[in-house]
């Protein structure tokens, strides 16, 4: 039985990388399953705009410009929702700075339709090695390495890779999971990981190569406190 899969690019200052992903998605086989693409930026100050405007739009083709900047979490619930109220089955998120590889989706979708799987991500840190060539900052490779165990510790759990961002649903899940009161900041995946394990949801992991430019991000050490503070509640709550 084919299933419904929307694949939702989420876009902030993304420019050029997203015709990128556009052409990579465009080469991916779909004829197993019905696709939906949902192009949703997030009230971007740079070219995205013009980058957007030359996509042809289409009944397979949805895009989003948001008047006010919704969060990265505010962002990814926004596409959820439209998912959900379409009534698609899965839906796949992608980064519109094309650091995460579109061309994972059929491997994410396949995982995803295996039995037991509710949410399928992208791992950097199964294979180590491919995170340090493909550009991991190494404050960021040390950090994953040890806020994932912190994670793995506290929520009894043995994920690789606790901070990617490269995800698969299967959109049943939010009748468990209230979106809504879900992060809209950064902190969205890994709140969203928290209320799964808590529900006893099974996450599965496949191993990802990823590609990192010269950006910094200041937001990493923000990123880390707001983790270890969803972690604390999340002990609290037991």
């Given amino acids: 039985m084919k299933k419904k899969i929307l694949l939702f690019i989420v876009t902030y200052n993304s420019s050029f990388r997203l015709l990128n992903i556009m052409n990579k998605i465009k080469k991916i086989n779909k004829k197993n399953d019905i696709y939906k693409i949902l192009i949703s930026d997030d009230c971007s100050t740079d070219d995205t705009i013009e980058y957007i405007k030359k996509i042809k739009r289409s009944k397979k083709i949805k895009i989003l410009i948001n008047k006010r900047n919704l969060g990265y979490g505010g962002n990814i619930k926004q596409c959820l929702t439209y998912g959900i ?18 061309r994972y989706i059929p491997k994410l979708v396949n995982k995803l339709k295996s039995k037991n799987t509710d949410i399928v991500t992208g791992s950097r840190m199964l294979n180590k090695k491919t ?43 939010f009748k468990l999971i209230n979106l809504k009161k879900m992060d809209n900041g950064y902190n969205f995946d890994n709140q969203l990981r928290i209320t799964a394990t808590n529900n006893n949801l099974k996450i599965k992991e496949i191993s990802i190569n990823t590609f990192y430019r010269t950006e910094t991000s200041r937001w990493h050490v923000i990123y880390s406190l707001n983790f270890l503070k969803y972690l604390l509640i999340n002990i609290f709550k037991k």
Wanted: hydrophobic share 40%; with cysteine; net charge neutral.
């Fill in 85 to 102: 109220k379409n009534k698609y089955d899965h839906a796949v998120m992608i980064h519109g700075d094309d650091q995460y590889d579109a």
């Fill in 131 to 173: 995170a340090m060539k493909g550009g991991m900052p190494i404050y960021k490779f040390i950090g994953n390495i040890i806020l994932t165990k912190i994670f793995n510790f506290i929520c009894s759990t043995n994920f690789t890779d606790a901070h990617t961002g490269l995800w698969a649903y299967n959109l049943s899940i």
